[in-house]
């Protein structure tokens, strides 16, 4: 082994300890000093110019409003004769400092360099100037007093006075910290000074003190000569020195000595033992030297935080170049190191990548398709020097052959699943298809219309779990065994889809659709097991005693079938969810079952590009639209009825005589209503499923149509829709099978075993008028005997032939 592989083979442990420690330790020693101790300082100082304008415009508009109270509340104490001088100019002042303020309280570049506490104030600062014009007119309107009016004025001056304090939180100096706290100090106690003041001059305008004023005065005297003994301390020698010219002028001792008097002397309710005038000339000179004071304090601090932001940036500058430093060795040392490891994890991320993104994806697919792979072919790595980085790889590539090996186990384990279910599908489907002919036998034969409903209720649940047998293949991937050769009515398949619903009766499928418009035999019993689930759907989840309407009709784009239900409905959230997977269907998912239906659904729709989509009803339920794909519908050419019962062609086998049986309407459905799921009438009843039938009708669905519908001529596609031969009369195809000594397979003709009662009752050119009352049960027993008779009249003669067509065996188109 070479010297530079066993440099390459030490630990990697090594090698990162080595790359990290250098820069680690030196980063952390310099740059953390730097940066935590003086880069935040140096920004807020940097932004103490900015900070002082902002506070200078507060402090601008405080000096506004107090000039502006005092005027005010000398308006007010003179009372109605009062008056107002200047008051609308010092409002004009006050109103340019507000909209000054507020222009900078809105500057983002300002408020972005202001903390927390200083935006608080600043909202509560412009909540409250809000007020300042009903401060106003109740001062106009004399709706408002002396100490009124000065307790609203100090309300909306507060929070101004609050901002140097606020803005003190934000400088990381000490000294400059220190100093804005003693500014804002002192901008509260002249605010008190100056509430003392313009109270008195407002007082003192009519010559008496009311027992409110007296009480504020001598309380507010008070409070400013405590409150400038605690701030003195703290001031800075220059402004201690400003303050005492100011506290020792003639004007100031004047106006101490009127305090102690009035505090002395004062009565409430007599008259002041002070001038009024005099107490406004020497208070107002008073106020000016502490104004003129405060601005000078604050802008010697504003000028005194340039030098210390200097003063720090110079440490910053020089830490940082000593960080700098650190930083060259720590990445030339990094440099040389990771050379070494850098480019085996390059590689190994990208081998790592590649087998993730790429390879494993394309061997799990190939895996659920039945295909072989090489394992080791599919699964190799490049060969890495570190040994701790080809120990990463190999740990990687176990970790592939073990998801791998999960999804051949879970492939073979989802491909057996299928199996059961389709062989257990099978079995039912043959047992059900049994049941079925023998309950069909048991109809034929009995007379008892109580029984002969039983043996309906029974036929129906077969059917229905025909139909649940069929979703088992479905979701299995394979195609349901029953089909149909030729061209089905539209208007049959959507009836039969209805009559396989549990509460069919609530069904009310509107014949909207045109007889002319047949659906391509092939994809008529995923049609009709689609449309099936989506009714029983819809009664299933509507009260009991409401209706489930179906709409079907020819549209531009195809053809559409419309299921309404008038049921709780859903929210948005789950019809999104429905039509999403209506939509794009997942994969099966056995943990989502309580949604198996709608999954069959998808699936079917899927496979013949059958759009469906869900939205909220008018009446709060849910209404579901089909639209069946133009590929799969078949016109007539000439416009006629697509298939009818009487023009058949070629003889039809067992099943095919099966599909051309007539329903048997219920009792309670007799009566013959537009847009009603029982329609009597002879057409209906002779060619197909016409109608859903009542409680007592029969529930096949999908095995009541007609198997081979050819009696029409379809345009595009209908191919096999064709009649084999032209079709015969009755009469003919009777006397053929008589010379042959045994009668061919028979051929259902249009009304010729009906009762001639009954084809004069139900024409079919004549529309049921809807103005009929229901039938009463006289009417119905006896109507019903007349049809079950003229039924068993026309199965008769077809009795001797049943077992030879059945020995013929199933034929294309058979529901099997």
């Known amino acids: 082994m070479s010297k530079r592989s066993r440099r390459r083979s030490r630990p990697i ?108 104030w600043t909202a509560e600062a412009l909540r409250r100037l809000d007020a300042l014009s009903g401060v106003r007119a109740a001062i106009d309107s004399h709706q408002t007093d002396v ?219 190939r895996l659920h398709q039945g295909q072989s792979i090489c394992m080791e072919a599919e699964m190799k790595l490049p060969s890495f020097g570190t040994l701790e980085i080809a120990q990463v790889g190999e740990a990687f590539s176990a970790v592939q052959r073990t998801a791998i090996t999960e999804a051949e186990n879970e492939t073979k384990m989802r491909s057996g699943i299928r199996q059961v279910f389709v062989n257990i599908a099978r079995r039912s489907q043959a047992l059900l298809h049994r049941q079925l002919k023998m309950l069909d036998s048991m109809e034929r034969r009995t007379d008892d219309p109580d029984a002969l409903e039983d043996l ?42 209805a009559a396989e619903v549990e509460d069919y009766a609530r069904v009310k499928v509107l014949p909207v659709a045109p007889h002319h418009v047949a659906l391509v035999g092939p994809v008529v019993a995923d049609v009709v097991h689609l449309l099936a689930e989506l009714i029983e759907n819809a009664a299933l989840y509507s009260p009991p005693h409401t209706e489930v ?38 994969e099966f998912d056995l943990f989502e079952s309580e949604r198996l239906g709608l999954f069959v659904v998808a699936q079917l729709a899927r496979r013949h590009q059958i759009r469906i989509s869900m939205r909220g009803s008018p009446y709060g339920g849910t209404t579901t639209i089909v639209l069946l794909p133009p590929d799969i519908i078949v016109v007539s050419k000439d416009g006629r009825r697509a298939v009818a019962g009487a023009d058949r062609a070629g003889h039809p086998t067992d099943g095919e005589r099966r599909g051309t049986e007539t329903d048997v309407p219920a009792p309670s459905r007799l009566r ?29 669905g999908v095995s009541r149509i007609g198997a081979d519908n050819g009696g029409a001529d379809y345009g595009g596609g209908a191919e096999g829709a064709q009649p084999e031969r032209e079709p015969e009369p009755a009469g003919v195809a009777g006397q053929s099978g008589a010379a042959g000594g045994r009668p061919p397979l028979p051929r259902r003709v249009r009304q010729a075993s009906l009762k001639p009662e009954l084809r004069t009752a139900y024409l079919p050119e004549e529309e049921p008028d809807p103005d009929d009352g229901d039938r009463s049960p006289e009417e119905v027993r006896d109507l019903l005997n007349s049809m079950q008779k003229g039924w068993m009249r026309g199965r008769s003669e077809v009795d001797a032939t049943d077992a030879e067509a059945r020995s013929a065996g199933p034929v294309e188109g058979e529901d099997t």
């Open 13 to 120: 442990r090594t090698k990162i300890v080595a790359l990290l420690l250098v820069p680690l330790t030196s980063l952390i020693a310099l740059w953390a000093f730097a940066a935590g101790t003086t880069f935040g300082d140096v920004r807020t100082l940097l932004n103490g110019q900015v900070l002082g304008d902002y506070a200078f415009s507060g402090e601008e508009l405080i000096v506004a409003l107090q000039q502006e109270r005092e005027a005010s509340l000398i308006y007010l104490g003179e009372g109605e004769a009062g008056d107002r001088g200047g008051i609308d100019s010092l409002r004009a002042q006050t109103d340019e400092a507000v909209a000054e303020y507020r222009r900078q309280a809105a500057d983002e570049s300002i408020q972005r360099k202001t903390n927390q506490v200083t935006k608080q």
């Open 147 to 365: 100490v009124q009016s000065t307790n609203a004025y100090a309300e909306m001056i507060l929070p101004l006075a609050r901002l140097p304090d606020a803005m003190a939180l934000t400088l990381g100096a000490p000294q400059i910290v220190e100093e804005a706290d003693t500014l804002g100090a002192m901008l509260m106690a002249r605010e008190v000074l100056a509430q003392e003041y313009s109270l008195l001059s407002g007082a003192l305008a009519d010559g008496y003190l009311t027992s409110a004023e007296y009480g504020r005065a001598v309380e507010l005297v008070g409070t400013s000569r405590y409150v400038y003994a605690q701030v003195l301390p703290d001031m800075r020698p220059e402004d201690q020195r400003r303050y005492r010219e100011v506290t020792s002028s003639p004007a100031a001792v004047r106006v101490r000595q009127m305090e102690d008097k009035l505090v002395a002397e004062g009565q409430p309710g007599a008259r002041s033992p002070v001038d009024a005038g005099e107490w406004q000339a020497w208070s107002t000179e008073v106020m000016n030297g502490l104004v003129a004071m405060g601005k000078a304090a604050g802008n010697a601090t504003i000028e005194r935080t340039l030098p210390a932001a200097l003063q720090i940036v110079a440490r910053f500058g020089l830490a940082g170049l000593l960080g700098l430093i650190a930083v060259v060795v720590s990445v030339i040392v990094s440099i040389r190191i990771g050379r070494f490891i850098v480019r085996e994890l390059t590689v190994l991320r990208r081998a790592a990548q590649e087998l993730a993104d790429e390879r494993l994806p394309r061997v799990v697919e």
């Open 456 to 497: 309906f209720r029974l036929d129906h649940l077969a059917t229905r779990m025909q139909r649940h047998a069929e979703g088992l293949i479905i979701l299995s991937g394979s195609a349901p065994g029953r089909g149909w050769r030729n061209p089905v009515p539209m208007i049959d398949v959507v009836r039969a889809a």
């Open 549 to 586: 309407r179906v709409f079907p009709q020819l549209v531009a784009n195809g053809f559409v079938v419309e299921i309404e239900d008038r049921g709780l409905g859903m929210s948005e959230e789950e019809l999104a969810s429905v039509n999403e997977m209506l939509a794009n269907p997942p």
């Open 672 to 700: 013959v209503e537009s847009g009603t799921a029982a329609d009597a009438s002879p057409r209906a009843l002779s060619g197909g499923l016409e109608s859903v039938p009542g409680d007592g009708a029969h529930g096949r």
